[in-house]
């Protein structure tokens, strides 16, 4: 089998390891492109990609450009003299740059596409309750997620799994893909294929504060799956208020029961050990959760702490 040239295009955890299946296999990285280090936190501690950290220590020719178009970074990639660029979890690229390779550029997606295009697949399919998700992978053109397809791989989703059992199942489907997809391209046996016309496709756009709010009105099912969808990260929240003052909190992990009732949706009653929230057709029991300047903990530490508390409700928004 031919041994191909590449260029890796990515940033986090779930790139590294399609990097990382790459470096492994008997095709040969000659550079790795990720974005460029930011300072974060009170100390502004310079952070770096996870992908950067694995190229620093393989030794891999590293660009971490500010600019996709800009004409040294593009002089420098080219000559590179790459077969195909792979491309993870990286940003929107231009066609001045995907379309430097002879055999092209392919992405990694997690999701079964066409349904699930754009920044946050993992975290919708679980949302939305499916019962299987997968990984795609693709020649990028210049519309987000829609080129043709090279090849799918797909998994089932348990009723139990959030969104970071999922993440972790799909990173390593995907680093299977990436190596499958390039051994493909190698051996000349790939047949890309247009996504199919889908009238209604599932998307998976950028997920914002506003969007992590539970709504308590809707029924059991769907706020267990939203709630399992957003953990560990980003997190669905509801508001407490406790004796008069207002605290996020943070819900990771839970369990439902379906029950008649006459409450209202978002009813909070608790004692010393149970905490349940009433919805439209039952009750949601939070198990791990997290109160604003507070640590993760279960429920039960939680209720430890609110023994001198006297009122407490869920009240709207954020």
Request: charged residues 25%; neutral net charge.
């Amino acid at each position: 089998m031919k041994k191909l040239k590449v260029v890796f295009f990515g940033t986090p955890d779930f790139a590294k390891a399609s990097l990382q299946a790459i470096h492994k296999s008997h095709h040969e990285v000659v550079g790795v492109v990720t974005v460029a280090d930011k300072a974060s936190g009170r100390g502004q501690k310079i952070n770096e990609s996870p992908v950067k950290k694995f190229a620093v220590q393989e030794g891999l020719p590293l660009f971490q450009p500010i600019k996709l178009r800009d004409s040294e970074f593009l002089n420098n990639i080219k000559a590179l003299n790459a077969d195909v660029f792979v491309v993870v979890a990286f940003r929107m690229m231009p066609k001045v740059l995907f379309g430097i390779p002879p055999l092209g550029t392919f992405n990694i997606h997690a999701s079964l596409l066409p349904d699930y295009r754009g920044a946050a697949p993992i975290n919708f399919a679980i949302i939305n309750g499916e019962k299987e998700s997968g990984v795609t992978s693709f020649f990028i053109n210049e519309k987000i997620d829609e080129g043709h397809i090279l090849l799918q791989e797909k998994t089932e989703i348990s009723d139990t799994e959030n969104a970071g059992n999922l993440h972790d199942k799909l990173m390593e489907l995907g680093a299977d893909l990436a190596v499958k997809t390039l051994n493909g391209l190698a051996e000349g046996t790939l047949q890309e294929k247009p996504q199919p016309e889908v009238e209604n496709p599932k998307t998976a756009s950028k997920i914002f504060k506003e969007d992590l709010v539970i709504d308590w009105n809707q029924n059991s099912k769907k706020i267990y799956d939203f709630i399992r969808g957003m953990s560990p990260f980003p997190v669905a929240f509801t508001t407490l208020e406790i004796d008069g003052e207002k605290k996020i909190f943070k819900i990771f992990e839970g369990e439902y029961q379906l029950l008649s009732h006459q409450k209202p949706a978002g009813t909070l009653e608790w004692n010393q050990q149970t905490l349940q929230i009433f919805t439209a057709d039952g009750i949601y029991f939070p198990k791990e959760v997290q109160l604003a300047g507070k640590k993760r903990m279960s429920v039960k530490d939680f209720l430890n702490g609110l023994q001198h508390s006297k009122n407490i409700q869920i009240i709207d928004g954020i």
